[in-house]
T-cell receptor
Framework: GENVEQHPSTLSVQEGDSAVIKCTYSDSASNYFPWYKQELGKGPQLIIDIRSNVGEKKDQRIAVTLNKTAKHFSLHITETQPEDSAVYFCAARSSPYNQGGKLIFGQGTELSVKP | NAGVTQTPKFRVLKTGQSMTLLCAQDMNHEYMYWYRQDPGMGLRLIHYSVGEGTTAKGEVPDGYNVSRLKKQNFLLGLESAAPSQTSVYFC?????????????????FGPGTRLTVT
């Protein structure tokens, strides 16, 4: 089955710097890769996603890149702000969308943005 | 819309006790999921449902049962709780794919239930 590895597990940056979180997946049939942000005491919330027919997607200060050949994808946050501090999860969809669209999650990255 | 709600928010059980966690969604979503979150292990799928009356096993189903008698509710049961089931439990729901694309099927998560088994 699908396996998703996420690095680093913790990341500390200064406010205004960029942050990059990387994930690799094992199943070449996976075709959808979302990123979730989890604030303390809350459930994860989708911040950006990318499908396998796209190499890069941007939404203001966040971007995701996908390399299907190498089976890895990355989250880039530019001009980080203290409110970006949270745990970030990558995921890969391991089953077709009409069979439940199950996601396999990475282990999470705790991002700390220091003022 | 309340989105996805979970009951209770916190619970402490003794080993061997049983309990049911309730998830409710008001978005008319077809798909619902139960995850557990443990430090350093991300979110792992316990069971899921693709529609009312149907359920299926996820990555870590042992020790749990589920039921989806109504489209808006998804129940997770622990028949005989064990300390290894101490975790934070999240419910999520998602709708049918948008358009005809192999759509994203964004999952909307509830606020979680923190369960401790002593």
């Amino acid at each position: 089955g699908e396996n998703v590895e996420q690095h680093p597990s913790t990341l500390s940056v200064q406010e205004g710097d960029s942050a990059v979180i990387k994930c690799t997946y094992s199943d070449s049939a996976s075709n959808y890769f979302p990123w979730y942000k989890q604030e303390l005491g809350k459930g994860p919330q989708l911040i950006i996603d990318i499908r396998s027919n796209v190499g890069e997607k941007k939404d203001q200060r966040i971007a995701v890149t996908l390399n299907k050949t190498a089976k890895h994808f990355s989250l880039h946050i530019t001009e980080t702000q203290p409110e970006d501090s949270a745990v970030y999860f990558c995921a890969a969809r391991s089953s077709p969308y009409n069979q439940g669209g199950k996601l396999i999650f990475g282990q999470g990255t705790e991002l700390s943005v220091k003022p | 819309n309340a989105g996805v709600t979970q009951t209770p928010k916190f619970r402490v059980l003794k080993t061997g006790q049983s309990m049911t966690l309730l998830c409710a969604q008001d978005m008319n979503h077809e798909y619902m999921y139960w995850y557990r979150q443990d430090p350093g292990m991300g979110l792992r799928l316990i069971h899921y449902s693709v529609g009312e009356g149907t359920t299926a096993k996820g990555e870590v189903p042992d020790g749990y049962n589920v039921s989806r008698l109504k489209k808006q509710n998804f129940l997770l049961g622990l028949e005989s709780a064990a300390p290894s089931q101490t975790s934070v439990y999240f419910c999520a729901s998602s709708g049918l794919p948008r358009g005809i694309q192999p759509g994203g099927l964004e999952q909307y998560f509830g606020p979680g239930t923190r369960l401790t088994v002593t």
